[in-house]
């Protein structure tokens, strides 16, 4: 499991203060991202000539809400692991652990010239496995 930590800024909030329900992906991708960083890979994930590697579906459930100002904790698993896509599993806690949201994103790695799926380069999939739950 990777973990991090984030706090909740005014813009990320509604007029009432609390965190925007679209808020949420942006927080979690930011964690993907960082996630990845962790990785160490010799290729560019983001910015490479061979693949990319899209969200093909998302969900998220909201159980409690969270405010500005607030630091949430961010963990991230891998929940499933294919040759070519991936399901990613976030769950934040608010300041004393109760679980906010339960967010999964599903990835599939294409080839950028043919638009098909294709086997995922070997080193994302050793890092993705160091997450799997």
């Known amino acids: ?44 994930y983001w910015n490479n000539d061979d693949f990319v590697v ?9 159980y409690k809400p969270v405010k500005i100002g607030e630091t949430i904790t961010i963990e991230i698993k891998t929940s499933q692991l294919r040759n070519s896509s991936f399901e990613l599993e976030y769950i934040t806690k608010n300041e004393t652990g109760e679980k906010c949201h339960v967010v ?4 599939v790695v294409i080839d950028k010239k043919s638009w098909k799926k294709i086997d995922m380069p070997e080193e994302v999939k050793a890092g ?6």
């Open 54 to 62: 899209p969200i093909i579906h998302s969900e998220a459930k909201y």
């Open 128 to 133: 993705l496995s160091k997450h799997l739950i």
């Open 104 to 107: 999964k994103t599903v990835h």
């Open 1 to 44: 499991m990777f973990t991090t930590k984030r706090r909740i800024n005014f813009y990320d909030c509604d007029p009432a203060g609390i965190l925007f329900y679209g808020r949420i992906y942006d927080i979690c991708h930011s964690t993907y991202e960082e996630m990845i960083q962790s990785f160490n890979l010799t290729l560019n």
